[in-house]
């Protein structure tokens, strides 16, 4: 099986890559999660952002972060930026006409890349917390360091998720649609080539 060895982030196109709301402060936030509620009324994004979404997602990265750090990760940023590994049809059609940033798996450094399968939220387990279901996997509860790619993928093979024709009620889907990478430092993101 071909191992993907490119990670793509995919955001708004009249936004920049990299916009992080973990990295926001109250009074930012809410006006940023008002402006993607906006986007997602009018069609430009299907992503969903409840009421308990950065609760979920706050407590999500701390759990993430304390897993990767005890695989030996040394993290320089709190939360990380969100990746792929490969590309997701599934993960891009939730924008319309998405901008994307590639970057090779080769020119990342190892302590500061982990990943999880599939979503962090999906894998890290608070979600029953918060009245979702999840089917349990083997995979779920771990956080990879990047090294550790193609072991994972020989075991467990790539997900296989193609856009879907809607993607109405996809937040309370099982998230098995594609590998998240997390990137732990702003320094990485200027790696050849992007």
Do not use: C
């Not at 695989?71 to 994307?100: I, K, M, N, Q």
């Amino acid at each position: 099986m071909q191992v993907p060895d490119f990670t793509t982030h995919y955001h708004l196109a009249d936004r920049p890559p990299f916009l992080n709301l973990a990295d926001l402060d109250d009074a930012n936030l809410a006006n940023v999660l008002s402006g993607l509620q906006g986007a997602a009324e009018s069609g430009v994004s299907a992503r969903r952002f409840g009421p308990r979404y950065m609760e979920l997602r706050r407590g999500t990265e701390e759990v993430l972060r304390s897993r990767f750090i005890e695989r030996g990760g040394r993290p320089t940023r709190s939360s990380p930026h969100y990746f792929v590994l490969g590309e997701s049809p599934w993960f891009r059609g939730l924008y319309r006409d998405p901008a994307e940033v590639r970057l090779h798996l080769e020119d990342l450094p190892t302590e500061q890349v982990s990943f999880t399968y599939p979503d962090s939220v999906t894998s890290m387990g608070l979600l029953a917390e918060f009245g979702i279901k999840v089917s349990p996997r083997p995979y779920h509860g771990r956080v990879f360091r990047i090294d550790e790619v193609e072991a994972v993928i020989e075991r467990y093979a790539l997900p296989r998720s193609r856009k879907p024709a809607t993607y109405d009620g996809h937040q309370f889907d099982d998230f098995e649609h594609y590998i998240e990478v997390q990137v732990w430092s702003d320094d990485a993101l200027d790696a050849p080539g992007h």
